[in-house]
């Protein structure tokens, strides 16, 4: 006979909800991206805008001037993170126990398990398709630190990312040498807003949120983040408490977590990354690309478009280095490799 199946969700659902929204550092602070409801693929689409002109009250026709077809640039999104986990709690050893054993797991496994596992997911694909990606030979310290966030705050102000939904995520480095700098103190009354979600502080305005270092990528310092710069999906959360399934005297405690986390080309300004550089951890550098014919050259695996397009988001992009790009065509490319981060784009108009 059959096991009587409960979900976990349905008994433990304010315990469970709780304990997620509690502990991790990324949930709710991206996009959530509804379209993906119903779809494993989303093609994300930005309209371009077209340039502006003098009107000409003298002309003959076209006093707007010349008519520009609006084009979009197309960016694909494919869920990829499909986690999953199956525990047995034996009835013998729960009833020796005398503890309601299934509670008390899931809220172990919710807390030492999924939530790290997603926050260091999100966070590492947030570190390796960031809009910028610094790196620094010289390692950050109380003497730099505001330098370095400045010039994240910097590129934000010059991108034209709104202020209001930023986040800094930090190791704990950066947080100590944070706290030993004059600026800090006097900017940002530490605490005084630590409320939820790790958060130990603020700096120009953003939260201030403090990471375990394993969440983050070596050499990675910080990020500033803004919220709809990247979306975190999660279609599937599913656990379920099975009660003397076929097989088992006892429970049988299963999960499925079905989640990614994508950056949004046309808002990628809105994530800037520190990277400290050496023993083992690279930046690489923008690939060079011939003003001839459009060759690219580069030591690792090259992305590149013809189009304008960002080759790192844009679904138009082909792998290669040597397009054969006619004149008037803009060649954009950037190179990654595994185990270093990727480049910052490059970008010529052929010549012929």
């Excluded at 496994?109 to 997911?121: G, H, L, N, Q, S």
């Excluded at 690489?284 to 080759?311: F, H, N, R």
């Amino acid at each position: 006979m059959a096991g009587q199946t409960v979900h976990l969700h349905e008994k433990y659902a304010k315990k469970l909800d709780q304990a997620f929204t509690l502990e991790s550092v990324v949930k709710g602070r991206l996009c959530r991206e509804e379209e993906f409801v119903g779809a494993r693929t989303v093609r994300i689409s930005n309209v371009d805008t077209v340039p502006l002109n003098d009107y000409d009250r003298a002309a003959t026709s076209n006093r707007y001037g010349t008519p520009t077809e609006v084009g979009d640039t197309v960016q694909e999104l494919t869920m990829t993170q499909d986690k999953s986990f199956s525990a047995v709690i034996d009835k013998g050893n729960s009833v020796d126990q005398c503890i309601n054993k299934a509670g008390r797991f899931m809220k172990i496994e919710t807390e030492e398990a999924v939530i790290p596992a997603y926050d260091k997911y999100c966070l590492g694909r947030l570190c390796t398709l960031g809009g910028t990606i610094a790196g620094h030979s010289e390692a950050i310290g109380k003497d730099n630190v505001i330098q370095r966030m400045s010039a994240a705050r910097q590129t934000f102000v010059n991108g034209k990312v709104p202020v209001a939904n930023r986040t800094w995520y930090v190791n704990t480095g950066v947080f100590n040498a944070l706290v030993e700098t004059d600026q800090f103190k006097n900017l940002e009354k530490l605490g005084v807003k630590a409320v939820a979600k790790g958060q130990v502080g603020e700096m120009f305005g953003a939260p201030v949120v403090e990471v375990p270092d394993e969440y983050l990528p070596k050499g990675v310092n910080f990020l500033l983040v803004h919220k709809r710069a990247a979306c975190a999906p999660e279609k599937i959360g599913d656990n379920n408490l099975h009660i003397d399934p076929p097989g088992i005297s006892g429970n049988l405690i299963e999960g499925r977590y079905y989640y990614d986390c994508f950056v949004y080309g046309h808002k990628a300004v809105g994530i800037y990354v520190d990277v400290t550089t050496g023993d083992g951890v690279e930046v690489l550098a923008a690939p060079e690309i011939s003003a001839t014919d459009g060759a690219v050259t580069a030591d690792g695996t090259v992305w590149y478009t013809t189009d304008g397009t960002d080759p790192r988001y844009s679904a138009t992009r082909k792998m290669g280095k040597a397009p054969g790009a006619e004149a008037g065509t803009r060649v954009r490319a950037y190179q990654e490799t595994e185990g270093k981060f990727p480049s910052p784009v490059a970008e010529k108009e052929i010549t012929g």
